[in-house]
T-cell receptor
Framework: AQSVTQPDIHITVSEGASLELRCNYS??????LFWYVQSPGQGLQLLLK??????LVQGIKGFEAEFKRSQSSFNLRKPSVHWSDAAEYFC????????????FGKGTTLSVSS | EAGVVQSPRYKIIEKKQPVAFWCNPI?????LYWYRQNLGQGPELLIR????????DSQLPKDRFSAERLKGVDSTLKIQPAELGDSAVYLC?????????????FGPGTRLTVL
């Protein structure tokens, strides 16, 4: 069965420091992978996605993620965190076959300290 | 382009009362999803529509939950009667392509509190 693991429930990073949020997935075929961000009281906003091709994908707000098939990982990175990045981040996996819903991890809450 | 619209944004009800949530997807999007997000968890699918057809409702608690998508556009999710455990955020999402995985665009959600 498909599953997504986000090992870190809560991370605190200093403003201006780099960030890496971990995501591991379990899936039998080539997955479609997504990172979403959710601010308090808001819906989920897509940061970036990986369907195929270049394993390093660029997203909005300066985020990037790297797909590593050998490690079943899709970690999210940002070189310099801003206070406005404080939010909850969700990694999700989708089936590349005919339409299934996304399977989400439990999320990582990011706090940014000044 | 307008995003996914949901209403109401917040709802507080007593247990055993009925409640309904409404979703208007992005124009032209064939696929519509309803997810439930419990506190501290990621969203989990309740039901998926391709146009007006419910193609995956295996996770919908059919004894109390129902959904419809009239004319393949707007959708309504209903709970009757609500239980304390139904307190959650109900998210609607839509995607443009019918069949296959595509990017899903989420609405702001409806936060339901059952007292």
């Amino acid at each position: 069965a498909q599953s997504v693991t986000q090992p870190d429930i809560h991370i605190t990073v200093s403003e201006g420091a780099s960030l890496e949020l971990r995501c591991n997935y379990s899936y039998g075929a080539t997955p479609y992978l997504f990172w979403y961000v959710q601010s308090p009281g808001q819906g989920l906003q897509l940061l970036l996605k990986y369907f195929s091709g270049d394993t390093l994908v660029q997203g909005i707000k300066g985020f990037e993620a790297e797909f590593k098939r050998s490690q079943s990982s899709f970690n999210l990175r940002k070189p310099s965190v801003h206070w406005s990045d404080a939010a909850e981040y969700f990694c999700a996996v989708g089936d590349n076959q005919a339409g299934t819903a996304l399977i989400f991890g439990k999320g990582t809450t990011l706090s940014v300290s000044s | 382009e307008a995003g996914v619209v949901q209403s109401p944004r917040y709802k507080i009800i007593e247990k055993k009362q009925p409640v309904a949530f409404w979703c208007n997807p992005i124009s032209g999007h064939n696929t519509l999803y309803w997810y439930r997000q419990n506190l501290g968890q990621g969203p989990e699918l309740l039901i998926r529509y391709e146009n007006e057809e419910a193609v995956d409702d295996s996770q919908l608690p059919k004894d109390r939950f129902s959904a419809e998508r009239l004319k393949g556009v707007d959708s309504t999710l209903k709970i009757q009667p609500a239980e304390l455990g139904d307190s959650a955020v109900y998210l609607c999402a839509s995607s443009p392509r019918q069949g296959g995985t595509d990017t899903q665009y989420f609405g702001p959600g409806t936060r339901l509190t059952v007292l």
